[in-house]
């Protein structure tokens, strides 16, 4: 799809993957940063073209609500929109004790705010000639990560959507439906599973998102993904005992 003269809104825009979209697609677009710091937000468009910031929590519907307001009166529509922001506990499933309240909290960011926040747009999406959603989903909802188990089942279940939503608007509307797949990647959000040392740069999965966009490649496995992408279909054990091991 063509890349240029869109406004973008890309959710967690304020920090590390969504803030490396922003700079990679700007300054030839117009890029609506959303988190819900606005000091970090308006620290991080300091420096950048074209970018603007609207604080949101994009778990409550107010906001979502305010959100949209603010994107159609003052953008007066949107091209892209990408479901970036995430949240995750790192933990262990066996004897945790809350596991219950931290599936809650990661699903109500990871899936159920995307869901809102496209179910939202789309009447603005549609409008458009070409207009895409963007979900960023992550290697551990092909393979859970033991370490990160109901945030894993959370990536899973953005995927089922994303897979089916992408087969439902492809019917009849010019919306087109990717999924942004990272694997760990050197952001504040991996450091306590070592991804500030063992992830690849931000920038990296930014790049293969606008070479995805472009080249219309809807699922976007980026970096290692693609490799436990491609055990996964080999054999479900097989990948589950090499990517926990
Ligand atoms: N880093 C990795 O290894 C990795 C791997 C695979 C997938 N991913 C996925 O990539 C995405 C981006 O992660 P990242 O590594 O770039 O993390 P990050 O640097 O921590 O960025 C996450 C952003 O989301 C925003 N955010 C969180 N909850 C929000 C909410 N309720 N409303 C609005 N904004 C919210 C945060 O800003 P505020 O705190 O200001 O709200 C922050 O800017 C996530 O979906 C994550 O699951 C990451």
Same mark, same amino acid.
């Given at each position: 799809?063509?890349?240029?003269?869109? #406004?973008?809104?890309?959710?967690?825009?304020?920090?590390?993957?969504?803030?490396?979209?922003?700079?990679?697609?700007?300054?030839?677009?117009?890029?609506?940063?959303?988190?819900?710091?606005?000091?970090?937000?308006?620290?991080?468009?300091?420096?950048?073209?074209?970018?603007?910031?609207?604080?949101?929590?994009?778990?409550?519907?107010?906001?979502?609500?305010?959100?949209?307001?603010?994107?159609? #009166?003052?953008?007066?529509?949107?091209?892209?929109?990408?479901?970036?922001?995430?949240?995750?506990?790192?933990?262990?499933?066996?004897?945790?004790?809350?596991?219950?309240?931290?599936?809650?909290?990661?699903?109500?960011?990871?899936?159920?705010?995307?869901?809102?926040?496209?179910?939202?747009?789309?009447?603005?999406?549609?409008?458009?000639?070409?207009?895409?959603?963007?979900?960023?989903?992550?290697?551990?909802?092909?393979?859970?990560?033991?370490?990160?188990?109901?945030?894993?089942?959370?990536?899973?279940?953005?995927?089922?959507? #994303?897979?089916?939503?992408?087969?439902?608007?492809?019917?009849? #509307?010019?919306?087109?439906?990717?999924?942004?797949?990272?694997?760990?990647?050197?952001?504040?959000?991996?450091?306590?599973?070592?991804?500030?040392?063992?992830?690849?740069?931000?920038?990296?999965?930014?790049?293969?998102?606008?070479?995805?966009?472009?080249?219309?490649?809807?699922?976007?496995?980026?970096?290692?993904?693609?490799?436990?992408?491609?055990?996964?279909?080999?054999?479900?054990?097989?990948?589950?005992?090499?990517?926990?091991?």
């Amino acid at each position: 799809m063509n890349i240029t003269n869109n #406004t973008i809104l890309i959710t967690g825009g304020g920090s590390g993957i969504g803030l490396e979209i922003a700079k990679a697609l700007s300054p030839s677009n117009k890029i609506i940063i959303v988190g819900r710091n606005k000091e970090k937000l308006d620290a991080a468009a300091k420096d950048l073209e074209n970018v603007f910031t609207i604080q949101a929590d994009i778990t409550n519907e107010s906001d979502v609500n305010r959100l949209f307001e603010e994107v159609k #009166t003052t953008f007066g529509g949107l091209n892209i929109l990408i479901n970036n922001a995430g949240n995750a506990y790192v933990y262990n499933i066996a004897n945790d004790g809350n596991a219950h309240n931290k599936a809650l909290a990661e699903f109500t960011t990871n899936y159920f705010a995307p869901i809102r926040l496209s179910e939202k747009f789309l009447p603005l999406l549609k409008e458009q000639n070409e207009a895409a959603i963007v979900n960023v989903s992550s290697i551990v909802g092909f393979v859970p990560g033991s370490h990160l188990p109901t945030y894993s089942d959370s990536k899973a279940a953005l995927h089922s959507h #994303t897979q089916l939503l992408r087969y439902e608007l492809a019917k009849d #509307t010019n919306v087109k439906v990717f999924e942004l797949m990272p694997p760990l990647v050197a952001t504040d959000f991996s450091a306590e599973i070592g991804g500030k040392e063992n992830g690849i740069p931000a920038s990296d999965v930014a790049n293969d998102l606008v070479k995805g966009l472009q080249e219309n490649i809807y699922e976007i496995r980026v970096g290692n993904t693609e490799v436990v992408y491609n055990n996964f279909f080999a054999g479900t054990q097989g990948a589950f005992a090499t990517f926990n091991n």
